[in-house]
């Protein structure tokens, strides 16, 4: 029977989409299973002890512990699953069968690309996917096959282009490369532009097709083709976004964050690492950054920027200042992360630790000094460097680079702001309500320079007097 650490762990997971992996007393990994509701999964294995099967009661018996990795929906725990399967091969799991693996999109490296269903990741090309749900998988190779003609056959295309045009040119299911009736150019435009909709570019590919479809309609009077561009566009949004759910960038992240909970000898692998960072100008227009990368990528829906007032360039309060926004202001009912990084050094570690002990809120933490490139840890005296090379390393750069990138962006933003304000706050009768309402109108400084006097004394609460000095002083400014 599991002792009562264990249990007690596992009563405080979280009701959420995951994965769980079990670990025996030698830090193995025994076993991985997902669960769309991860306490209700894991606490299944303990409530009995007649287990169905003589694996499974061995199984409990040498759990000695249990982490997890929340995702969003259960579909992308599914993906996450069988990918730790695959790259650990737990002793429980049975192995994956290849019916059970999920398909990708493949775009060959070809002269003439073509584009394929695959389960297997082998081979050069340019993998897309993978796809969880079959179904949208078939939608989008239906609006693939009827919008984007490319070739089916699997022999080597070269000149000459004299081949006979199969039966799927004369249906128009192909540009027929093999019979010199489309150009390399134009077949690779259109395999670009097949990608995009994979990889879930769609909004770019309408604009993209809009200026054509106006082209043909307006410039060349080419109706029918015009026509068959409006039916794409659509079709595109009628499919909708269909990009996989789990798809990797060049590098997987997950063994860096393997690495990364290894090195800081993290209690949970950390699938979500929010990262934080100050910028200011000689103490003013001070801005606090939050970037936040889950399973490792950055998720800029969960940025946010904090304008902070009070703390004269002092960086070390407005971190605090942060911190307790963070935890107790609007963002207290964000989740939790698995691990915050702080740019900056000892210093900056010390009062982010002690806004955060002050709330009680317990959170791994860390901090990571440039040049050096020392990772500074709780507890710890020594500072600790790891290799250039390490995964842990990069994936901690990653995040504190753009943590720093973010909040110099938010700093120059609002610093913009305040001086267009006021540049325009500077002429008798215009105060901070009417310079936010004609930066609201015009967009800029140099566009109210610009604008008419008419322009000008139409706007509420600016009659033509007060609309002439504005003119006239923004002239005198040579703006």
Request: include cysteine; aromatic fraction near 6%; charge should be positive.
């Amino acid at each position: 029977m599991a002792d009562e650490a264990l249990m007690k762990h596992v009563r405080s997971l979280p009701e959420r989409p995951g994965v769980y992996i079990m670990r025996d007393r030698d830090g193995n990994v025994i076993y991985v299973g997902k669960a769309k509701a991860l306490r209700r999964r894991v606490m299944s294995y303990f409530r009995h002890g007649n287990f169905a099967s003589p694996r499974l009661r061995k199984l409990v018996e040498t759990v000695h512990d249990i982490s997890v990795m929340r995702t969003a929906t259960e579909a992308e725990a599914l993906i996450l699953e069988a990918r730790l399967i695959r790259q650990l091969k737990p002793f429980f799991n049975v192995e994956l069968k290849m019916s059970e693996r999920y398909p990708y999109i493949r775009v060959t490296q070809e002269r003439f690309p073509r584009v394929m269903v695959t389960r297997v990741r082998k081979g050069e090309g340019l993998f897309i996917g993978p796809y969880v749900k079959v179904r949208e998988l078939r939608e989008l190779l239906r609006l693939l096959d009827r919008f984007f003609p490319l070739r089916k056959c699997s022999f080597p295309i070269e000149p000459p282009y004299d081949r006979r045009p199969c039966i799927y040119h004369a249906i128009g299911k192909c540009l027929a490369p093999c019979a010199g009736l489309c150009d390399e150019g134009t077949y690779r435009r259109m395999v670009a532009e097949a990608v995009m909709l994979l990889q879930g570019r769609g909004a770019d590919l309408v604009e993209r097709l809009k200026r054509r479809m106006e082209d043909a309609a307006y410039n060349r009077l080419a109706f029918e083709e015009a026509a068959h561009i409006r039916d794409m566009i659509r079709a595109i949004w009628r499919v909708g976004r269909q990009a996989p759910m789990a798809q990797v960038g060049d590098e997987d992240p997950l063994p860096m964050l393997w690495a990364l909970q290894e090195r800081l000898k993290l209690p949970q692998l950390p699938w979500r690492i929010e990262g934080y960072d100050i910028s200011h100008h000689l103490g003013s227009d001070t801005v606090g950054s939050r970037v936040v990368f889950e399973q490792g990528r950055p998720n800029k829906a969960l940025y946010r920027r904090y304008n902070i007032e009070g703390t004269l360039g002092d960086d070390f309060r407005a971190l605090e200042q942060v911190m307790r926004r963070r935890f107790t202001g609007s963002g207290s009912g964000d989740l939790m992360p698995n691990l915050i990084l702080i740019d900056g050094g000892r210093v900056q570690l010390e009062f982010a630790l002690r806004a955060l002990d002050d709330m009680g809120v317990n959170v791994p933490m860390a901090s990571l000094a440039k040049g050096e490139e020392e990772i500074y840890l709780p507890g710890r005296v020594d500072p600790l460097r790891l290799d250039r090379s390490d995964g842990a390393l990069r994936m901690l750069q990653m995040v504190r680079d753009e943590a720093h990138r973010f909040a110099v962006s938010s700093h120059r933003d609002r610093r913009g702001r305040r001086m267009r304000r006021t540049r325009l706050e500077d002429i008798p009768g215009v105060g901070k309500a009417k310079a936010s309402q004609l930066l609201s109108r015009f967009g800029s400084v140099r566009n109210v320079a610009s604008a008419s006097l008419d322009e000008l004394a139409s706007m509420r609460g600016i009659g033509e007097r007060l609309a002439k000095r504005i003119s006239d002083h923004l002239k005198e400014e040579d703006i």
